[in-house]
């Protein structure tokens, strides 16, 4: 059974850093392409980063380049998204999605299997 769970959110002052964490179950979390959503109150769902399997290629919305970073541990099957300079506009409900696709790209986030969420506030 494929299982995703996030963890690292909370309340953080504008201007510091978070970790969030997708810890995978069940499957090879390495094998696949494994993306960050958010979704902020009264707003669409929109995909944050992404990283690639293999050659671990990343891409990043235009409004976090530059403070954001996706990364995997294959050995934790676990992918991190390291957010820094956050600003309150970041905050939202942060959820990570995995397919059965091992790329990802600018315009294509896998979105077959959803953890459950992790919220992450900004705010001073």
């Known amino acids: 059974q494929v299982q995703l769970v996030e963890s690292g959110g909370g309340l953080v002052q504008p201007g510091g850093s978070l970790r969030l964490s997708c810890a995978a179950s069940g499957f090879a979390l390495g094998y696949y392409a494994v993306g960050w959503f958010r979704q902020a109150p009264g707003k669409e769902r929109e995909g944050v980063s992404c990283?690639?399997?293999?050659?671990?290629?990343?891409y990043f919305v235009d409004s976090v380049k530059g403070r954001f970073t996706i990364s995997r541990d294959n050995a934790k099957n676990t992918v991190y998204l390291q957010m820094n300079k956050l600003k309150p506009e970041d905050t939202a409900v942060y959820y990570c999605a995995t397919g059965r696709g091992r790329y990802c790209s600018g315009s294509y986030y896998p979105d077959e299997y959803w953890g459950q969420g992790t919220q992450v506030t900004v705010s001073s």
């Open positions: 990283i690639s399997s293999g050659d671990d290629s990343t």
